[in-house]
């Protein structure tokens, strides 16, 4: 599967979510649904880790997707 | 200044790709990942070390979208502009996508009229309107349209805006119709160089002027595509025709676009904005000011204070550990156990003093989780704003008296969300010294969301004199341990690079998305920890060891901290999480058993005191265990040092009795 992208917020570096080598010693990484950028290592949420977050970002994602398509109807 | 030529406009095929190409910061990733759904490959490009990013398109067919390096000039100077100028020539494409940024107008258009030579189907995504809107700034993207010949769509990207009008331009797009005139010996120029080049990959034309540019990425192309007669020829013509201008060819083809430029925005452009300082901008600009950026970090602390202390701590936890855990769920469970569970070791173990129930579930759930939910929504809304960049700016300064400036302020801004990930963090750090510096700084002041709510949450129930005695006492131990292990450890900073992006209103699905996510993850973590803590809590009371710990801490905790007995139960949790000794402590004040200085003194302790247990490992692992034992040995005693010299301090003048 190829890897989710995330921007990160504090030096605005794009990486993708499961590169960062941190996690594999950090003892808190099983079931963690961040992840630090390579860069600077601030922590942004890997969406794609976490269930509920998953659920949100599709919820939040269909409602997205049926505004653009709405949009799309009226301009044809 | 212009001609419309007569292409005859053409469908673009169903196979290709589709390049996306744009100066840096102007929201290509963001635009990248709005067309792929975040889903992407990430490669060298071939023969660089330069990071290309390809993903499949969500509403185009058969489509895949290239997200080039930013592009600051053309030609290309630096490897990331060669990439993109080599993706721009050499790849299969079947449209070019320019984001361009709306706030800056000309030089958008400058890049747009470089792309649209070579005759290419491009549409142009005119991006961050929401804050060129808020700067004043106001295109006619219709006009905009008309005058370059493609389509132009106005888009605020981070909001998802004018993606789906995207996606529609990106289904009809077609090659642009119209085409500069340039001075009379460059276009006879041109017209010869057309007749050396035969299948060129962009527009001959538009091959020509970078050629007549001096692009390296053109004469590269060149050298591999024609004769080496033909070559010198061309070199020939270059030389010939810069003989007829006094300044370089470059100049005079940037001149002719730069007025073209011009002519668009004069009608184009209906507000520069150039008299509108946003209120955005303003806010933006004192946010980091040295002395303006204070009182607005205190505000934002006190906000921060108010909603997390006062209403997370304060109701949400009134709400649901006394009237949904303590008058309704414990005493239902309770009946119920005592009923069903005939053993009473077992009974005990489940809903007893130290239960598995009654203790680590309720920890969890009644009071630490409303705390840090509302914690963990203020940080997103301060990520989401845009103030997080901000604060580690501002703290730069703030910190450089530590000799804690550049990247090691970030850990300790961090350590806020979770010590344990902030001390991984610090491998960013260049030197050894910084590593050491900020690592020591995390584990001995910095408090972890959960238990920065739950202090904040004691805190608010008494005054905020008392907050600001706290929050005093730690910075003042944390700048003087700094300021002190700087000097004991002397070396080189790094330096700090923040991005500040545009302050704005947080998007709600944003912060909710990332709230979840921290929840998710805290609940994963903070349960099984809670359980396992109350577990061996249950064993040290039945073997009777609690009660020898309690009488054994007597000395430090009742005659130097001039706590209750009972506090030692609360310091020993703290071993396995700090917060989880923090809300041991919670519950001692909600039954009234601490007076205002004792919780001041408790909390003060208890921030300074050894990190939790997995903190311990991470720093075990990153240092070195003896780095980290000794570590340990410098924390432990301070913080009890400084919570008894507290003590005696505050009963000295009166405070809090």
Redesign the interface.
């Known amino acids: 599967m ?4 995330i ?1 990160c ?4 570096h ?1 990486y ?1 979510a499961e590169e960062h080598p ?1 996690c594999q ?4 990484a099983k ?4 992840t ?8 942004s ?3 794609e ?5 998953r ?3 599709r919820v ?1 994602s269909i409602n ?1 997707r049926g ?3 709405s ?2 109807e009226e ?1 044809n | 200044m212009n001609c419309h030529t007569t292409t005859q406009p053409a469908s673009i095929d169903t196979e290709g790709s589709v390049a996306l190409i744009g100066h840096p910061n102007v929201g290509k990733s963001v635009i990248f990942q709005r067309l792929t759904g975040q889903r992407a490959t990430v490669s060298n490009y071939p023969g660089t070390t330069v990071e290309v990013m390809r993903g499949t398109a969500r509403s185009l067919a058969l489509t895949t979208i290239v997200d080039t390096p930013g592009v600051v000039t053309f030609p290309p100077v630096s490897e990331d502009e060669r990439v993109a100028a080599r993706v721009l020539l050499q790849e299969p494409l079947k449209a070019i996508l320019q984001v361009g940024d709306a706030k800056n107008i000309r030089r958008t258009l400058m890049l747009t009229l470089q792309i649209a030579e070579m005759e290419r189907p491009m549409v142009l995504a005119l991006n961050m309107c929401d804050e060129a809107k808020e700067r004043g700034v106001v295109v006619d993207h219709r006009l905009l349209s008309e005058h370059l010949s493609i389509p132009v769509v106005p888009t605020t990207a981070v909001r998802g805006d004018g993606i789906a009008d995207l996606n529609h331009a990106l289904k009809t797009v077609q090659p642009p119709n119209y085409r500069l005139k340039y001075p009379a010996e460059l276009e006879n120029a041109l017209a010869k160089f057309g007749t050396h080049i035969q299948h060129t990959p962009i527009a001959a034309r538009a091959l020509g002027l970078a050629w007549f540019s001096g692009d390296p990425i053109t004469e590269e192309w060149i050298a591999g595509n024609v004769s080496g007669e033909a070559l010198l020829e061309l070199v020939a013509l270059r030389d010939a025709l810069q003989i007829s201008f006094v300044e370089p060819l470059r100049s005079i083809i940037q001149q002719v676009r730069l007025e073209y430029v011009e002519n668009i925005v004069s009608s184009a452009l209906l507000s520069s904005g150039a008299n509108v300082q946003s209120f955005s901008s303003r806010l933006s600009h004192l946010t980091t000011h040295p002395v303006w950026g204070l009182p607005i970090l205190g505000l934002v602390l006190y906000s921060l204070y108010w909603f997390v202390g006062v209403f997370g701590a304060g109701f949400l936890v009134d709400l649901l550990e006394v009237n949904l855990f303590g008058s309704f769920l414990n005493p239902l469970i309770s009946d119920n156990i005592h009923r069903f569970v005939p053993i009473p070791f077992l009974a005990d173990l489940l809903v007893g003093e130290y239960g598995l129930w009654t203790m680590g579930m309720t920890y969890a759930l009644a009071l630490i989780l409303p705390i840090v939910t509302v914690f963990f929504l203020a940080f997103g809304i301060m990520e989401d704003s845009g103030y997080l960049p901000r604060l580690a700016a501002l703290s730069n300064r703030m910190f450089k008296a530590l000799g804690l400036n550049g990247k090691a302020v970030l850990p300790m801004v961090l350590g806020l969300g979770c010590v344990t990930m902030a001390t991984l963090t610090t491998r960013v750090l260049e030197s050894k010294r910084e590593r050491m510096l900020v690592t020591l700084l995390l584990a001995l002041a910095v408090p972890c969301s959960a238990q920065l709510g739950v202090i904040m949450g004691m805190l608010a129930g008494i005054s905020l004199t008392a907050t600001l005695i706290w929050s005093s006492v730690v910075l003042l131990i944390l700048l003087a341990v700094g300021w002190l292990a700087a000097r004991l450890v002397p070396g080189d900073r790094s330096q700090l690079l923040v991005e500040l992006p545009p302050l704005r209103w947080p998007i709600l699905s944003n912060v909710a998305v990332k709230t979840l996510a921290r929840l998710e993850w805290y609940i994963k973590e903070v349960v099984p920890l809670f359980l396992i803590g109350t577990a061996i809590m249950f064993t040290l009371d039945k073997t009777g060891v609690l009660a020898k710990l309690i009488q054994a801490g007597r000395p430090l905790v009742v005659s130097w901290l001039g706590l209750p007995p009972e506090a030692s139960a609360a310091f020993l949790m703290g071993f396995l999480r700090r917060d989880f000794g923090a809300t041991g402590l919670f519950l001692m004040e909600a039954q009234g058993l601490l007076t205002p200085l004792q919780v001041v003194v408790a909390m003060v302790t208890v921030t300074l005191f050894i990190p939790c247990i997995a903190s311990v490992m991470v720093i075990a692992k990153e240092r070195s265990k003896k780095t980290a034992l000794a570590m340990m040995v410098v924390i432990f005693p301070l913080a009890l040092f400084v919570g008894g010299l507290l003590n005696r301090l505050l009963l000295l003048i009166g405070w809090g009795l």
């Open positions: 190829n890897p989710a992208l921007q917020t504090i030096c605005g794009t993708p941190s010693t950090c003892p808190l079931g963690c649904a961040m630090c950028c390579p860069v600077c290592g601030f922590q949420v890997n969406v880790r976490s269930y509920l977050a659920i949100a970002s939040f997205l505004k653009n398509a949009k799309e301009k």
